[in-house]
């Protein structure tokens, strides 16, 4: 094969390595299901991820990670992994590849075996994932059929009726996933107001901003202040499907509660500036968030959730269910995975519904 073509099959290859990486992380992660120490099994996910990752033919660049350098010892902001970092001068040049991972998405949902745990990361070619730093982002995020009809700025109700109106159906009929949060009091009477039905959930805005945008997941909207990493996932998340996301970055003195605060570094604004985001209070749209023209998606359940099942052990092996979605060629793939490593007189059973 010639140089271009080993370059090509590279790239076509990581779709699939990158599934592999999200299974290792939400296998790992699972095992550690329900006993109540969120910290170990982020770093179980955190840990099987990076190791998956680094034996990719790549030359990768974390651009969304568990923390800045000097906090985080893996999967840290800027960090190089992948094969194509470990090889000087190769003679052929590994693909370029900015990634955003987030290995347990919803820690505290693994921890206490909640639902929506998943294992994710969405990656681009160089500069195609904006990079936010860990602050919080006001989100509105719709499906294919809503898309272009809401306003972050419009009130409430006016979002929930063009939402409606675009899904033949009353507000009524919709249901809007919320964090359940002090700071959405104002957001949820709103809703409430506006007559839609509300589902509150613990942690994940990030699967269920999946879920929104998947026709028959039940969720047709998801509203309020979350994490900005995560956003820009779900932004890489809505080009595959088709959906929508606004988000606003909030900085320290936007929020009203001591405890968000608390949680913002004091030298973000100059970090974001560095990282290019000069105007934070604009409201940043899903090309804006995830501009790359080649994303790759992959998601990974780890316990059961809205579109993914949890990873069920069975003894001789085990079975994962992700989601592996491309915009250079347009696939949403749904991946059931027996894996049954070490057992050569493994039965596969057809058990999905
Ligand atoms: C957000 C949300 C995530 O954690 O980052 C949240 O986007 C943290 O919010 O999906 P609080 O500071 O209010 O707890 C998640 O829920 C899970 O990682």
Redesign the pocket.
């Known amino acids: 094969m010639d140089v271009a073509g080993i370059e090509r099959r590279r790239e076509q290859n990581l779709v699939y390595n990158f599934l592999r990486v999200v299974e290792m992380a939400a296998i790992g992660a699972a095992r550690t299901m329900g006993r109540g120490e969120r910290k170990y099994s982020d770093q179980v996910a955190v840990e099987a991820m990076r190791s998956e990752m680094d034996l990719i033919p790549m030359d990768g660049r974390i651009v969304i990670g568990e923390g800045e350098r000097d906090e985080a010892p893996m999967l840290y902001i800027g960090e190089r992994v992948g094969v194509g970092v470990h090889e000087q001068s190769p003679t052929v040049p590994y693909p370029e590849v900015d990634i955003a991972v987030?290995p347990?998405?919803?820690?505290?949902?693994c921890a206490t075996g909640a639902p929506n745990a998943i294992a994710v990361l969405a990656a681009a070619e160089r500069g195609g994932l904006i990079h936010a730093p860990d602050v919080?982002?006001q989100k509105l995020i719709v499906g294919p059929a809503a898309k272009g009809a809401v306003d972050i700025d419009a009130p409430v109700k006016d979002n929930l009726r063009a939402i409606a109106k675009r899904m033949n159906r009353d507000v009524d009929d919709l249901v809007v996933v919320v964090?359940d949060?002090p700071?959405h009091r104002q957001l949820v009477a709103d809703i409430k107001a506006a007559g839609a039905r509300i589902r509150l959930?613990?942690?994940?805005?990030?699967?269920?901003g999946i879920s929104a945008a998947v026709g028959g997941s039940g969720v047709h909207a998801v509203m309020g202040?979350?994490?900005?990493?995560?956003?820009v996932i779900t932004a890489a998340a809505m080009k595959c499907l088709n959906g929508e996301i606004q988000g606003r970055f909030l900085t320290k003195d936007k929020l009203e509660h001591p405890?968000?605060r608390a949680?913002i570094a004091d030298d973000v604004e100059d970090r974001m500036r560095e990282m290019g985001i000069t105007d934070p209070t604009r409201v940043y749209d899903t090309n804006e968030l995830a501009p790359g023209r080649k994303i790759i998606f992959a998601a990974c359940g780890v316990t059961d959730g809205t579109i993914l099942r949890g990873v069920r052990f069975f003894g001789t092996g085990l079975r994962t269910e992700s989601v592996l979605m491309t915009t250079d060629t347009h696939h949403v793939r749904f991946v059931d995975t027996l894996h049954l490593e070490g057992d050569p007189d493994a039965v596969v059973r057809f058990d999905r519904f």
């Open positions: 987030d347990l998405e919803g820690t505290n949902l919080y982002m964090m949060r700071r959930i613990t942690d994940g805005d990030l699967s269920a202040i979350g994490g900005a990493p995560e956003g405890e968000e949680k």
